[in-house]
């Protein structure tokens, strides 16, 4: 059964406007992190990205998506 993943992304205004706007992210545990994406410990899940707060998580996800997913679907219920 696959799993819905809702990725939001949302640009942040910069405080000068020559400085580049940073992605406010949410994780897949709901966190709300800020910063450039590259930063951040990531998946790919049902071809959709997914962010990690830290890379334990990412290698917990990494090592059963599903299960992993799964998981914290049931936590956001």
Do not use: W
């Amino acid at each position: 059964m696959a799993q819905r993943i809702n990725i939001q992304t949302q640009k942040s205004p910069a405080a000068d406007p020559n400085e580049s706007r940073l992605d406010s992210l949410q994780t897949i545990c709901q966190r709300s992190i800020q910063g450039d994406q590259a930063f951040f410990p990531q998946g790919e899940f049902h071809g959709q990205t997914v962010y990690f707060c830290t890379e334990a998580c990412q290698q917990v996800f990494l090592s059963d998506p599903e299960r992993f997913i799964t998981a914290h679907s049931k936590r956001r219920a």
